[in-house]
């Protein structure tokens, strides 16, 4: 039973800012949402995480609505080694909870 | 100074097979998880071990057994392997109760002809 839906795949050009979002209609109070990146050939790599409101780091920004109910990932200026598949995990701390990472958006940034 | 290890990097076998998957992390995390990723790049957990204690064991076949010596080790053992249990096969770990913010290993291909 997928928990988020994302986009399949999105086209940017590098120096664009990309925002990817992901429903998650049934999010959980104790959940959070974290955002993955995964290189082929590579493991996914964690980039942000947030409960709501704003996240930023150095590298992307996280906007999740009042009601947490989808949540967007943003990249400023995009290079194309940003090319890769972006993964939205909603999960909480519960140790019984299902983790399911879907499918995915895969990101394709050209020159 | 590799967080999460995993080996093989590649493994080809035939079916019918017993085969092992080893991974080890030097996170000191008290967590470790196993996934596979198919073809269509869905990845999905398998198994987790939190101090020597299976927390979750979804509904994959007994075929596959996770094995941890200790809490840096979660080893993935597959007997009679089959076509369909051809993937890529990720370890993962987190901190206790952290489920949520987890890093994973470089990745097992499984080819099974």
């Known amino acids: 039973l997928a928990k988020t839906t994302q986009p399949i795949s999105m086209d940017s050009y590098e120096g664009q800012e990309v925002n990817i979002t992901c429903s998650h209609n049934n999010i959980a109070t104790n959940d959070y949402i974290t955002w993955y990146q995964q290189f082929p050939s590579q493991g996914p790599r964690f980039i942000i995480q947030?409960?709501?409101t704003k996240v930023t780091n150095e590298v992307a920004s996280l906007f999740i609505p009042a009601d947490r109910k989808s949540s967007t990932l943003s990249l400023p200026r995009v290079s194309l080694s940003d090319t890769a598949v972006y993964y939205c995990?909603?999960?909480?701390?519960?140790?019984?909870?299902?983790?399911?990472f879907g499918s995915g958006t895969r990101l394709l940034v050209r020159p | 100074d590799t967080a999460v290890s995993q080996t093989p990097k590649y493994l080809v076998t035939q079916m019918g097979n017993d085969k092992s998957i080893k991974c080890e992390q030097n996170l000191g995390h008290d967590t470790m998880y196993w996934y596979k990723q198919d073809s269509k790049k869905f990845l999905k957990i398998m198994f987790s071990y939190n101090n020597k204690e299976l927390i979750i064991n979804e509904t994959v076949p007994n075929r596959f057994s996770p094995k941890s010596p200790d809490k840096a080790h979660l080893n993935l053992h597959i007997n009679s392997l089959e076509l369909g249990d051809s993937a890529v096969y990720f370890c993962?770990?987190?901190?206790?109760?952290?489920?949520?913010?987890?890093?994973f290993g470089p990745g097992t291909r499984l080819l099974v002809l």
């Open positions: 947030g409960y709501k």
């Open positions: 995990l909603v999960a909480g701390m519960d140790s019984s909870y299902k983790l399911i």
């Open positions: 993962a770990s987190s901190q206790e109760g952290r489920q949520e913010t987890q890093y």
